[in-house]
């Protein structure tokens, strides 16, 4: 995977937009569903990943893959959601009510009714987070980062984040209390 999105990069900074496009398909999906988590607004967080894109087109010639392309689109993501909650919380609170799932795989009305129910109970419960156990633990498990990603992106120590993750997900366990699967 890793050799695959060097290659990918290379293509794209030689000008090929099939690079890029096939980038953007094989990431969006991943990038969305950390965006929506940390955001709470669905429209907000598509707007952020099509700006980390933009972003990444914009640099182009300069980029340099030094580590994982998912890692690095993801921290960008991050990031952008970072500036992004911090501006919204200056202006006003949104409700995590408005965030949308992204559904894939689900077959039968009776899977999306419990599927919809779970993923609810689940919003609910990372709205209670405080913002830096929610990333924590959003970037480690639905992101599939490492700690020491997480850490660097939260520029803090590695045991700081392992603290956040552990008290976000205690916390997670204790508000659902069994009624969905972590």
């Known amino acids: 995977m890793v050799l695959e999105d060097r290659l990918l990069v290379w293509k794209f900074k030689r000008g090929d937009k099939c690079a890029l496009s096939t980038i953007y398909v094989k990431y969006i999906d991943d990038l969305l569903r950390i965006a929506a988590s940390l955001l709470k607004d669905r429209t907000e967080a598509h707007d952020v990943v099509h700006d980390v894109f933009i972003d990444f087109v914009n640099m182009q010639k300069q980029f340099k893959l030094t580590g994982s392309l998912k890692g690095y689109l993801m921290t960008c993501v991050a990031n952008k959601a970072r500036n ?4 919204m919380s200056r202006k006003q609170t949104v409700s995590f009510d408005s965030v949308e799932p992204v559904i894939s795989g689900i077959s039968s009305p009776d899977e999306m009714i419990v599927y919809d129910e779970q993923f609810q ?3 609910d419960a990372m709205a209670e987070l405080p913002y830096e156990q929610r990333e924590a633990v959003v970037l480690h498990i639905h ?8 850490a660097q992106i939260q520029q803090t120590t590695i045991q700081t984040t392992c603290s956040r993750y552990r008290y976000g997900i205690d916390k997670l366990r204790l508000l659902l209390n069994g009624q969905v699967k972590l």
């Open 84 to 87: 992004v909650n911090r501006t």
């Open 121 to 123: 109970h689940l919003c």
């Open 143 to 150: 992101g599939e980062l490492k700690f020491k990603a997480v």
